[in-house]
């Protein structure tokens, strides 16, 4: 059975930095893709940062250039620092997995993260806040 986990969500002041991490156990790590999501209260959720089948990286306009999202196969590990962050990065953040020839990558736009509806296999999620 996949499990998703994340951690190291907190509070922060706006500028400053933050790294999530998550932990994917119960399958072949190489044959799954991986991302990060946030949703923040009474809006929806939406991608912030994923790795497509071949290990590129995509990300959200609102984040490019402060967030990078990075793997650790060896640890299984899932990682997304995050840097200059500003109040409106406020939100719970969530890991998601699912295979990789489930998401048609061809389709939509290269640049950004695929939708959350993609995704079968999700973390409790992490909440961060970013503080003016």
């Known amino acids: 059975q996949i499990q998703v986990v994340e951690s190291g969500g907190g509070s922060v002041q706006a500028g400053g930095s933050l790294r999530l991490s998550c932990v994917v156990s119960g399958y072949t790590y190489d044959t799954y893709c991986l991302a990060w999501f946030r949703q923040a209260a009474g809006k929806e959720r939406e991608g912030v940062a994923a790795?497509?089948?071949?290990?590129?990286?995509r990300y959200a306009g609102s984040v490019k250039d402060r967030f990078t999202i990075s793997k650790d196969n060896a640890e299984n590990t899932l990682s997304l620092q995050m840097n200059s962050l500003k109040p409106e990065d406020t939100a719970m953040y969530y890991c998601?997995?699912?295979?990789?020839?489930?998401?048609?990558w061809g389709a939509g736009d290269a640049q950004t993260p695929p939708d959350h509806s993609l995704y079968n296999y999700w973390g409790q999620g992490t909440q961060v806040t970013v503080s003016s």
């Open positions: 790795l497509d089948s071949e290990g590129n990286a």
């Open positions: 998601a997995a699912d295979q990789c020839e489930k998401i048609p």
